[in-house]
């Protein structure tokens, strides 16, 4: 009995400290950092629909994890009724849009996205854009680290010039050798692209220019590395509001995601859902301050007070 109870306290044991560890291994420095800021934009028919649907019985229970301010693109528009399942090839939809808004037009998106996440510096530069979320579990887990890295980075304030220090793994290309010959045609891997970053963009082009011809290449992220748009948006009262108004001087993350009162696209509730459980994670992290410090110590870095 008693080696028994010993061997549960140490099985206990061991999963304190692996659950311990996965809340600590989050940052990778040891500095102290200041907060995210975080703000969600709802793309909806009208302010009033947008506002409906936090409440609806159905909606409601994607849109659960949002908690940061929220601004709203009232200019939501159908397009043609969606299909039970859309395809896309290197991020251009067959067929064509199901639904767009001002936002997402000047965005120049070609597939639906119901969801997605941009990390700003203070400067309102896009320095980081993915999906929130990613059916591969493995593709999911490195959107993740990613974001949670370029957001930690640009805490950091690194030599005062807010750098992205990280892409995690090399940047690579899928060869193609083309018969008879030997140039050989590079094709970006999908994977690279996931989750984008200013530093990231730099390798993929370096990356293509020593591939030779390209036989795919797949778009960035329009704003990558640029400003934002000081978009005009609507507070949740009715008004007008400037985008720039809302952000101020810090580091943000803004999570933007549909939330329409067409009921054909109930189904994209899910990815709505996930984009924003990820956005919570992130904010929790980083807004909250609960991941815990990692173990090394970043020189040259200038954080704003916390």
């Given at each position: 009995?008693?080696?028994?109870?010993?061997?549960?306290?140490?099985?206990?044991?061991?999963?304190?400290?692996?659950?311990?560890?996965?809340?600590?291994?989050i940052?990778?420095?040891s500095?102290?950092?200041?907060?995210?800021?975080?703000?969600?934009?709802?793309?909806?028919?009208?302010v009033?629909?947008a506002?409906?649907m936090?409440?609806?019985?159905?909606?409601?229970?994607?849109?659960?994890?949002?908690?940061?301010?929220?601004a709203?693109?009232?200019?939501?528009?159908?397009?043609?009724?969606?299909?039970?399942?859309?395809?896309?090839?290197?991020?251009?939809q067959?067929?064509?849009?199901?639904?767009?808004?001002a936002?997402?037009?000047?965005?120049?998106?070609?597939?639906?996205?119901?969801?997605?996440?941009?990390?700003?510096?203070r400067?309102?530069?896009?320095?980081?854009?993915?999906?929130?979320?990613?059916?591969?579990?493995?593709?999911?887990d490195?959107?993740?680290?990613e974001?949670?890295?370029?957001?930690?980075?640009?805490?950091?304030?690194?030599?005062?010039?807010?750098?992205?220090?990280?892409?995690e793994e090399?940047?690579?290309?899928?060869?193609?050798?083309?018969?008879?010959?030997?140039?050989?045609?590079?094709?970006?891997?999908?994977?690279?692209?996931?989750?984008?970053?200013?530093t990231?963009?730099?390798?993929?082009?370096?990356?293509?220019?020593?591939?030779?011809?390209?036989?795919?290449?797949?778009?960035?992220?329009?704003?990558?590395?640029a400003p934002?748009?000081?978009?005009?948006?609507?507070?949740?009262?009715g008004?007008?509001?400037?985008?720039?108004?809302?952000?101020?001087?810090k580091?943000?993350?803004?999570?933007?995601?549909i939330?329409?009162?067409?009921?054909s696209?109930?189904?994209?509730?899910n990815?709505?859902?996930?984009?924003?459980q990820?956005?919570?994670?992130?904010?929790?992290?980083?807004?909250?301050?609960?991941?815990g410090?990692?173990?090394t110590?970043?020189?040259?870095a200038?954080?704003?007070?916390?």
């Amino acid at each position: 009995m008693i080696r028994a109870f010993r061997g549960i306290t140490l099985v206990l044991l061991a999963a304190a400290f692996l659950l311990s560890c996965a809340t600590t291994s989050i940052r990778y420095s040891s500095n102290p950092i200041g907060k995210l800021a975080v703000l969600g934009i709802q793309i909806s028919e009208s302010v009033d629909a947008a506002n409906r649907m936090l409440t609806d019985p159905y909606a409601k229970n994607f849109l659960k994890d949002v908690a940061w301010p929220l601004a709203v693109d009232p200019t939501y528009k159908q397009l043609k009724e969606a299909a039970a399942v859309t395809l896309s090839f290197n991020n251009e939809q067959a067929g064509g849009l199901n639904y767009t808004s001002a936002l997402l037009d000047d965005m120049r998106f070609t597939e639906d996205m119901p969801g997605f996440l941009l990390v700003l510096d203070r400067n309102h530069r896009v320095r980081g854009y993915g999906r929130g979320f990613i059916m591969d579990g493995e593709r999911q887990d490195k959107v993740e680290r990613e974001l949670n890295r370029v957001v930690e980075d640009l805490l950091l304030n690194i030599d005062r010039s807010e750098k992205v220090t990280y892409a995690e793994e090399g940047i690579k290309q899928q060869g193609v050798i083309t018969l008879g010959s030997s140039t050989v045609a590079g094709a970006d891997d999908p994977a690279n692209f996931d989750f984008q970053t200013d530093t990231k963009k730099a390798m993929i082009e370096e990356s293509r220019k020593k591939s030779g011809v390209s036989v795919m290449e797949t778009r960035f992220f329009k704003y990558l590395g640029a400003p934002i748009p000081n978009y005009s948006l609507r507070r949740q009262d009715g008004s007008t509001v400037k985008l720039y108004d809302l952000l101020g001087p810090k580091v943000t993350m803004l999570v933007v995601f549909i939330s329409p009162e067409n009921k054909s696209m109930l189904p994209n509730y899910n990815g709505v859902g996930m984009t924003l459980q990820t956005a919570r994670s992130v904010s929790d992290n980083f807004a909250l301050g609960l991941a815990g410090p990692g173990a090394t110590a970043v020189p040259n870095a200038f954080p704003d007070p916390e």
